[in-house]
């Protein structure tokens, strides 16, 4: 469980408390299905590497009969293929495919196709009020965004999985971005969205290689350092940048006031400090 959180407070934090409220670690432990709830807008974030068949619970956190009674699942595959069961049907992801499931679906079951090369699916979940159809998300199926250039670091592929033009969703939002070799910054020039909250997943990193992950006020920015396949939950009043020491992949899945993509407060570059 994570609380909110104070600007005025967050500035006072040193490297170890910025960790333990913000970065989410071991998320993909094989056997097991990990979770981290945030009481910033409910989201609940989590990874499950099944070595058998794992359903997936409502834990008390929730006080559910079922994980999905009052809440909607966005799930994308960062693993080796896998397959996902939804009230008895069955949905293969493979590497990098995705999977929307609405409100109200019963029996979610994770499952290996080998297990001794594991799936790892990772998944955000937000409360919802309204029910949409379940969808299997292949990354095949999506558009694919170039943005930035390679001259500022930044050249980057956007697949957009869960989102108001696409896979519909009653408020969660969900994508990936994959930059190119040679670049190492992601969303930058930077900005804030107060109306929703954002959580990024860093992965396809090797072992030496971090990212630093900028947060906090534009006037008062901090960073966490970030490794191979960890998340760091970005709150509404933040920015959220990061620069690695190569390139890299991140997940991004957003939850709040609205669902537009270009809802966005953009921050002067000067203004940074």
């Not at 929730?62 to 069955?90: H, K, M, S």
């Given at each position: 469980?994570?609380?909110?959180?104070?600007?005025?407070?967050?500035?006072?934090?040193?490297?170890?408390?910025?960790?333990?409220?913000?970065?989410?670690?071991?998320?993909?432990?094989?056997?097991?299905?990990?979770?981290?709830?945030?009481?910033?807008?409910?989201?609940?974030?989590?990874?499950?590497?099944?070595?058998?068949?794992?359903?997936?619970?409502?834990?008390?956190?929730?006080?559910?009969?079922?994980?999905?009674?009052?809440?909607?699942?966005?799930?994308?595959?960062?693993?080796?293929?896998?397959?996902?069961?939804?009230?008895?049907?069955?949905?293969?992801?493979?590497?990098?495919?995705?999977?929307?499931?609405?409100?109200?679906?019963?029996?979610?079951?994770?499952?290996?196709?080998?297990?001794?090369?594991?799936?790892?699916?990772?998944?955000?979940?937000?409360?919802?009020?309204?029910?949409?159809?379940?969808?299997?998300?292949?990354?095949?199926?999506?558009?694919?965004?170039?943005?930035?250039?390679?001259?500022?670091?930044?050249?980057?592929?956007?697949?957009?999985?869960?989102?108001?033009?696409?896979?519909?969703?009653?408020?969660?939002?969900?994508?990936?971005?994959?930059?190119?070799?040679?670049?190492?910054?992601?969303?930058?020039?930077?900005?804030?969205?107060?109306?929703?909250?954002?959580?990024?997943?860093?992965?396809?990193?090797?072992?030496?290689?971090?990212?630093?992950?900028?947060?906090?006020?534009?006037?008062?920015?901090?960073?966490?350092?970030?490794?191979?396949?960890e998340a760091v939950i970005s709150p509404s009043w933040s920015i959220h940048a990061g620069c690695g020491t190569r390139n890299y992949t991140f997940i991004w899945g957003m939850v709040g006031e609205n669902q537009t993509f270009s809802d966005m407060d953009?921050?002067?570059?000067?203004?940074?400090?």
């Amino acid at each position: 469980m994570r609380n909110a959180w104070h600007p005025k407070d967050v500035k006072y934090y040193d490297t170890a408390r910025l960790r333990e409220e913000f970065l989410i670690q071991s998320l993909f432990v094989e056997g097991e299905i990990k979770m981290v709830y945030s009481h910033v807008d409910r989201i609940i974030v989590g990874g499950a590497c099944p070595v058998q068949p794992m359903p997936l619970v409502a834990g008390e956190e929730i006080r559910a009969a079922y994980f999905l009674e009052r809440r909607e699942l966005g799930i994308i595959n960062i693993g080796a293929p896998g397959t996902v069961t939804v009230d008895g049907e069955d949905f293969v992801l493979e590497t990098n495919d995705g999977l929307y499931v609405g409100m109200g679906k019963q029996e979610i079951v994770f499952k290996s196709r080998d297990e001794a090369q594991p799936a790892k699916f990772y998944f955000n979940s937000a409360p919802a009020h309204a029910t949409f159809p379940t969808v299997k998300i292949g990354i095949d199926m999506l558009e694919a965004t170039k943005l930035g250039a390679l001259t500022e670091s930044n050249a980057r592929t956007i697949y957009k999985y869960i989102h108001p033009m696409g896979v519909k969703s009653c408020q969660l939002v969900m994508g990936m971005t994959i930059l190119e070799p040679g670049s190492v910054w992601n969303t930058m020039p930077t900005h804030t969205h107060a109306r929703r909250m954002e959580v990024y997943l860093y992965f396809n990193m090797p072992k030496d290689a971090l990212v630093l992950h900028n947060m906090g006020e534009p006037s008062e920015t901090r960073h966490i350092v970030m490794r191979n396949e960890e998340a760091v939950i970005s709150p509404s009043w933040s920015i959220h940048a990061g620069c690695g020491t190569r390139n890299y992949t991140f997940i991004w899945g957003m939850v709040g006031e609205n669902q537009t993509f270009s809802d966005m407060d953009p921050v002067n570059m000067e203004a940074i400090l």
